[in-house]
C-alpha cells in the first residue's frame, strides 16, 4: 500500500509539472492568431540550443521555472526561434525559413540569446536584457515592456 501511494504521488506531481510548462510555439501565424484572440504579447526567444551557452544557461536559469512558466501561461505567448548547427538537432527547411524571416526582422545582428516582446501586429514593443540574476528579474522587465503606463 505505501508503494501505492508513492507511486501516486509520483504520476500526480508529473502531471502537475506538465500543466505548469509553458508551451513554445515555431510559427509566426500561429503565435500572432493566438495573440490576438488571447489579448496577449508576444515573447520572441532567439536560441542556438545546441551551441550557445547562454542560451543554455536562459533556458536552464529562467525558461525552465516555475515561477516563469507561471507568468507566460497568464501573460505571454512564446515563439522560439532557434538555429542550432548539430546535424543530429537540425530543423526542417521549412522552419529554418522562418526562424530565418524572424531574425531578419526583430534580431538582424544575430545576438544570442535575444528576446524581444512584440504585438499581434508584429509592432516591437522592446527587447528583455540579458542577463538577469533570476526569473523575477526577468519578469520585472517583461512587465516593464508590457504593462500599461
Given at each position: 500500500?505505501k508503494?501505492?501511494?508513492?507511486?501516486?504521488?509520483?504520476?500526480?506531481?508529473?502531471?502537475?509539472?506538465?500543466?505548469?510548462?509553458?508551451?513554445?510555439?515555431?510559427?509566426?501565424?500561429?503565435?500572432?492568431?493566438?495573440?490576438?484572440?488571447?489579448?496577449?504579447f508576444?515573447?520572441?526567444?532567439?536560441?542556438g540550443?545546441d551551441?550557445?551557452?547562454?542560451?543554455?544557461?536562459?533556458?536552464?536559469?529562467?525558461?525552465?521555472?516555475?515561477?516563469?512558466?507561471?507568468?507566460?501561461?497568464?501573460?505571454?505567448?512564446?515563439?522560439?526561434?532557434?538555429?542550432?548547427v548539430?546535424?543530429?538537432?537540425?530543423?526542417?527547411d521549412?522552419?529554418?525559413?522562418?526562424?530565418?524571416?524572424l531574425a531578419?526582422?526583430?534580431?538582424?545582428?544575430?545576438?544570442?540569446?535575444?528576446?524581444?516582446?512584440?504585438?499581434?501586429?508584429?509592432?516591437?514593443?522592446?527587447?528583455?536584457?540579458?542577463?538577469?540574476a533570476?526569473?523575477?528579474?526577468?519578469?520585472?522587465?517583461?512587465?516593464?515592456?508590457?504593462?500599461?503606463?
Amino acid at each position: 500500500m505505501k508503494y501505492l501511494f508513492v507511486f501516486f504521488c509520483f504520476f500526480f506531481s508529473l502531471n502537475l509539472n506538465a500543466q505548469e510548462q509553458a508551451q513554445w510555439l515555431t510559427n509566426i501565424e500561429t503565435a500572432t492568431s493566438q495573440s490576438k484572440t488571447q489579448n496577449k504579447f508576444i515573447l520572441i526567444s532567439f536560441s542556438g540550443s545546441d551551441w550557445c551557452l547562454p542560451c543554455a544557461q536562459l533556458e536552464r536559469d529562467l525558461f525552465s521555472t516555475t515561477t516563469f512558466n507561471n507568468f507566460a501561461n497568464d501573460n505571454l505567448i512564446l515563439l522560439k526561434a532557434d538555429f542550432p548547427v548539430r546535424k543530429k538537432n537540425q530543423l526542417s527547411d521549412e522552419q529554418k525559413l522562418r526562424n530565418e524571416s524572424l531574425a531578419e526582422k526583430y534580431n538582424p545582428n544575430g545576438t544570442f540569446p535575444e528576446m524581444v516582446i512584440i504585438d499581434y501586429n508584429g509592432k516591437i514593443i522592446g527587447y528583455v536584457a540579458h542577463p538577469k540574476a533570476s526569473a523575477e528579474d526577468y519578469i520585472r522587465s517583461i512587465n516593464e515592456l508590457i504593462l500599461p503606463n
